[in-house]
């Protein structure tokens, strides 16, 4: 294992890149976890030994406002996850070993997946969308984030996010709201016509199936895996996740 940061415009990114055993050029895995999350969380982990155990090489990321990455949790928006995300494609794309790029990510992660795949859609192998969050613009324009409601013509400085969910209390800016209003992942959805993996679990409390329904729908060449009876984070079946993902990817 390898770690190190990725500069994006001053700031670091955190990051861990993962080598499968006996290659010396091999496919990578960019993965990315969710909001509030980092890459060290069970599911997040488990992706990655995943991908190794089948020869990919992967590349773990703490997004902008969490893990060890420079940015306040508070200040993150979903624009500078996405500026983010794309210094670390271009870092990934400059190294000598890499034959095929994929990029994964789980939750709010699964959603930067889905945009990254329609702003760069010739750099990708596949996309791999876990359990994404692709309704949080949505739900912005209606007024709702993690199930904190406001007015959405009129958004407040700070929304005080609930520890249910969330594993701590924390607050978040105005900014965010602001930001996630603008984005119609649906454009993203047609931009990209390349395969695409979608792994959701039937009794998420964070993200309804019903979108994971949806994507496969918008999708042009798409797969749904549907884990019944599993959570957000895969609490009961997390090795049907990691088999899905190994045999789509044996498959490329
Ligand atoms: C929301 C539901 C889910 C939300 C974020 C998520 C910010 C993301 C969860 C995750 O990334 O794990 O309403 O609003």
Not at 49 to 71: K, M, P, Q, T
Not at 111 to 120: D, E, I, K, Y
Not at 170 to 185: K, P
Request: with cysteine.
């Amino acid at each position: 294992m390898k770690e190190f940061y990725i500069m994006n415009d001053g700031m670091r990114l955190h990051a861990k890149l993962d080598m499968p055993e006996g290659r010396e050029k091999c496919p990578l895995v960019i993965i990315f976890h969710g909001f509030t999350g980092y890459m060290e969380e069970r599911h997040i982990i488990a992706v990655q030994e995943a991908v190794n155990e089948i020869g990919f090489a992967s590349l773990r990321i703490d997004n902008y406002g969490h893990g060890e990455s420079d940015g306040e949790f508070r200040d993150h928006t979903l624009y500078k996850w996405v500026t983010c995300g794309l210094a670390v494609i271009d870092y990934a794309r400059s190294l000598d070993f890499v034959t095929d790029l994929y990029i994964t990510g789980h939750s709010q992660g699964g959603l930067l997946t889905m945009l990254l795949a329609g702003m760069r859609p010739d750099d990708f192998k596949a996309v791999l969308p876990l359990s994404p969050a692709w309704m949080i613009p949505e739900k912005a324009r209606e007024g709702e984030v993690l199930g904190v409601s406001f007015d959405p013509r009129h958004i407040p400085e700070e929304i005080n996010m609930p520890g249910e969910i969330i594993n701590e209390p924390r607050s978040l800016g105005g900014n965010y709201i602001r930001v996630a209003q603008t984005i119609h992942v649906e454009d993203e959805i047609e931009r990209y016509t390349g395969p695409v993996l979608i792994v959701h679990g039937d009794a998420d409390e964070a993200v309804p199936v019903e979108y994971a329904y949806k994507a496969d729908e918008l999708y042009k060449d798409s797969r749904l895996v549907i884990i019944p009876g599993d959570t957000h984070c895969y609490d009961h079946h997390l090795e049907m996740v990691t088999d899905a993902i190994k045999e789509f990817l044996k498959n490329m």
